[in-house]
């Protein structure tokens, strides 16, 4: 229902919506606005495993952040500074500039080549030795295992929501490695809203707005006098 409240926020009710948040990464084909249960896909990889990746890396450029409140640190540092290389394997062999973070004790943090082999993770899981496919890979196979008929309207309705998908770089490279996977001849566009980190939200207002969603409204008075069976009684 999520997924189908982040297309909504777009104002579409046809398309395929790409949530990565911070545990778990979802692949959900919508058609009409229902889920095709067959071509959901899920891809247990998502920004908590880049924030440990980063850790790690960080660790091997001789900066350690080994308690709760110092993974928040890591965490934040992923968000500002990680990027998505277009080609990963060219920025390996070139002298990455540096950025920095100023950590919360004044200390200054210098992040080479960390910046962008982090967040390699969502497309590399081989990078820490998990089999799963990279999201470019489950993206393009939940789409192939939809109706062919709407396959290509799905291509060209791809939708990002979650956090990790924020991550500067995000939908240029899964446009490119799509690319990659997808028909010639199918037209891709990706779909980042600005606001997608709220797009599930966002899209449940406009449900509720809907006309034919008023006879399922429940005032503040009938909740006081009957609690959830106001709820039941108006939705079962």
């Known amino acids: 229902m999520q997924a189908v409240l982040s297309l909504y926020a777009t104002g579409r009710t046809t398309g395929v919506v790409l949530d990565s948040g911070d545990g778990v990464t979802h692949i959900v084909p919508i058609y009409e606005g229902f889920a095709i ?16 990746y980063l850790r790690l890396l960080l660790r091997k450029e ?7 409140a110092e993974f928040e640190v890591v965490r934040t540092i992923k968000e500002r ?35 962008f082999r982090a967040p390699e993770l969502l497309f590399r899981p081989d990078l820490i030795g998990d ?10 196979y939940a789409i192939q295992k939809s109706d062919m008929d709407l396959r290509r309207t799905l291509f060209s309705t791809i939708v990002l929501c979650g956090g990790s998908t924020l991550i500067k770089g995000f939908g240029e490279r899964l446009l490119t490695e799509v690319k990659k996977l997808a028909p010639k001849d199918v037209k891709i566009k990706i779909s980042a809203p600005q606001e997608r980190v709220y797009s599930t939200w966002i899209g449940g207002s406009i449900l509720a707005s809907l006309d034919t969603f008023k006879k399922m409204w429940v005032s503040k008075r009938e909740y006081e006098e009957d609690r959830a069976r106001a709820i039941h009684r108006k939705t079962f």
């Open 37 to 52: 249960p067959h071509s959901i896909m899920r891809v247990d990889i998502a920004g908590r495993d880049v924030s440990r």
């Open 62 to 68: 001789g900066y350690n952040f080994n308690t709760s």
């Open 81 to 115: 500074a990680c990027y998505l290389s277009l080609n990963p394997q060219k920025d390996e062999t070139l002298e990455t500039e540096k950025a920095q973070y100023v950590l919360p004790d004044g200390s200054t943090l210098n992040i080479g080549p960390a910046r």
């Open 131 to 140: 089999e799963s496919s990279g999201i470019h890979e489950v993206l393009a």
